[in-house]
């Protein structure tokens, strides 16, 4: 059962960081790399709040905020500075390194003993015996829901559908008088405050924070919407972003799996790019089975 409740919880944390991935992979077909920056970022300013006595709420808050400026930054270099898309991301990312580092000092600080969302006088108060899996997991579903509730409101507002429209045709945005370029600014924004949302929720729940957590996020969340999106594509009811969800999920639960029978934990790369690779060959494979039925 600590197996399980190990993947679900992890699910739900990634889960965050993979909605915003939704937001840059599928709605505007942005390859964001900047994604493995802000990650940490979210861990990063949330170590130093955590450590400072502040409300563990406005860290949550707050590493939201620092995650859309430096994804504000990825989309103005894209945007303004007319730099390509992937290049961006890389240059945002490779610049948040050194801030993280800056902002905590060390490559790696524990908090173990603050306050945290799951540690707190008032989560105490509620449970005196202790906080067990399945109250962490309860404290979890709650900050996924209320993302994702927000999120799928945001997407059916008139930035919403401008942002679903930049993606799929940047010219019906021009007509609409509209400038392309600040939808996607505001798209990365989100995603890359989502990804440092998550961050700040991992950071909290393991009581630490460690320079190389976001190494790899990116190819993570590819593989969490992929997995989703591609799963429950035959039924219409589901929303994509419950889709993400589900797919970080399984993911997670396709990884343990492969770390119990018999692969070290040590192999997690190796086991996220093959499985990230055997998803791509799958749906491009069954993309052209349907073509050429058609």
């Given at each position: 059962?600590?197996?399980?409740?190990?993947?679900?919880?992890?699910?739900?944390?990634?889960?965050?960081?993979?909605?915003?991935?939704?937001?840059?992979?599928?709605?505007?077909?942005?390859?964001?790399?900047?994604?493995?920056?802000?990650?940490?970022?979210?861990?990063?300013?949330?170590?130093?709040?955590?450590?400072?006595?502040?409300?563990?709420?406005?860290?949550?808050?707050?590493?939201?905020?620092?995650?859309?400026?430096?994804?504000?930054?990825?989309?103005?270099?894209?945007v303004?500075?007319?730099?390509?898309?992937?290049?961006?991301?890389i240059?945002?990312?490779?610049?948040?390194?050194?801030?993280?580092?800056?902002?905590?000092?060390?490559?790696?600080?524990?908090?173990?003993?603050?306050?945290?969302i799951?540690?707190?006088?008032?989560?105490?108060?509620i449970?005196?015996?202790?906080?067990?899996?399945v109250?962490?997991?309860?404290?979890?579903?709650?900050?996924?829901?209320i993302?994702?509730?927000?999120l799928?409101?945001?997407?059916?507002?008139?930035?919403?559908?401008l942002?679903?429209a930049?993606?799929?045709?940047e010219?019906?945005?021009?007509?609409?008088?509209?400038?392309?370029?600040?939808?996607?600014?505001?798209?990365?924004?989100?995603?890359?405050?989502?990804?440092?949302?998550?961050?700040?929720?991992?950071?909290?729940?393991?009581?630490?924070?460690?320079?190389?957590?976001?190494?790899?996020?990116?190819?993570?969340?590819?593989?969490?919407?992929?997995?989703?999106?591609?799963?429950?594509?035959?039924?219409?009811?589901?929303?994509?972003?419950?889709?993400?969800?589900?797919?970080?999920?399984?993911?997670?639960?396709?990884?343990?799996?492969?770390?119990?029978?018999g692969?070290?934990?040590?192999?997690?790369?190796?086991?996220?790019?093959?499985?990230?690779?055997?998803?791509?060959?799958?749906?491009?494979?069954?993309?052209?089975?349907?073509?050429?039925?058609?």
């Open positions: 059962m600590s197996i399980i409740f190990g993947v679900i919880e992890e699910g739900l944390v990634y889960a965050i960081m993979a909605l915003g991935v939704y937001i840059t992979y599928k709605i505007l077909d942005f390859p964001d790399l900047s994604v493995d920056g802000t990650f940490p970022l979210g861990g990063a300013i949330t170590a130093v709040l955590v450590l400072a006595g502040v409300n563990p709420l406005i860290a949550l808050l707050l590493a939201f905020i620092a995650g859309a400026l430096a994804g504000c930054i990825t989309g103005i270099i894209h303004k500075l007319k730099v390509r898309d992937l290049l961006s991301g240059i945002v990312m490779t610049a948040l390194y050194s801030v993280n580092l800056r902002l905590v000092g060390k490559s790696n600080v524990a908090f173990f003993n603050s306050d945290s799951f540690e707190n006088p008032f989560i105490n108060k449970m005196p015996q202790g906080l067990s899996e109250s962490v997991i309860a404290i979890l579903v709650v900050i996924v829901l993302v994702k509730i927000l799928d409101l945001f997407l059916k507002t008139r930035s919403g559908y942002l679903r930049v993606g799929d045709n010219t019906l945005v021009t007509s609409l008088a509209k400038d392309k370029g600040t939808v996607k600014i505001l798209g990365l924004s989100i995603a890359n405050g989502l990804a440092a949302l998550a961050g700040s929720v991992y950071c909290q729940q393991n009581g630490f924070f460690d320079i190389s957590m976001g190494t790899g996020t990116i190819v993570i969340g590819l593989a969490n919407v992929i997995i989703g999106t591609k799963l429950l594509k035959r039924f219409g009811a589901i929303k994509a972003t419950t889709a993400v969800i589900v797919g970080s999920i399984v993911y997670k639960a396709c990884v343990s799996l492969a770390i119990f029978f692969m070290e934990a040590s192999d997690l790369r190796i086991i996220t790019s093959a499985l990230f690779l055997g998803i791509l060959v799958i749906s491009n494979g069954r993309e052209k089975k349907v073509k050429n039925h058609a």
